[in-house]
Nanobody, 125 residues
Framework: VQLQAFGGGLVQAGGSLRLSCAASGRTFSSYTMGWFRQAPGKEREFVATISWSGGSTNYADSVKGRFTISRDNAKNTVYLQMNSLKPEDTAVYYC???????????????????WGKGTQVTVSS
């Protein structure tokens, strides 16, 4: 599985962005997908995950109520709609994919096999 994230950019606080992550490979629809972010000088941080069917989602407390993860298996794409953005949301955002369960519970998520190149999100105050 190859992943490519895009849609980042510069936005003012309170604004919105939608990130997309396009995946190659026929196994996309069977994988849990997730978004992570990493700000300069900080460790990678979990943002959200979505199950293979889209029926189950999980969010970090810091983004709950503002961000929405979704997926379109027909298009092999997962999305992250980000509303009410704050300066502290500034980071490089990465999408990730793997089978459900154990990979997502490894330390620092090092067990997740597939990662896309990040897309920069900058929120100005």
């Amino acid at each position: 599985v190859q992943l490519q994230a895009f849609g980042g950019g510069l936005v003012q606080a309170g604004g919105s962005l939608r990130l997309s992550c396009a995946a190659s490979g026929r196994t996309f629809s069977s994988y849990t997908m997730g978004w992570f972010r990493q700000a300069p000088g900080k460790e990678r941080e979990f943002v959200a995950t979505i199950s293979w069917s889209g029926g189950s989602t999980n969010y970090a407390d810091s983004v709950k109520g503002r961000f929405t993860i979704s997926r379109d298996n027909a298009k092999n794409t997962v999305y992250l709609q980000m509303n009410s953005l704050k300066p502290e949301d500034t980071a490089v955002y990465y999408c990730a994919a793997d089978r459900a369960g154990p990979p997502w519970y490894t330390s620092s998520w090092d067990g997740i096999r597939y990662w896309g190149k990040g897309t920069q999100v900058t929120v100005s105050s």
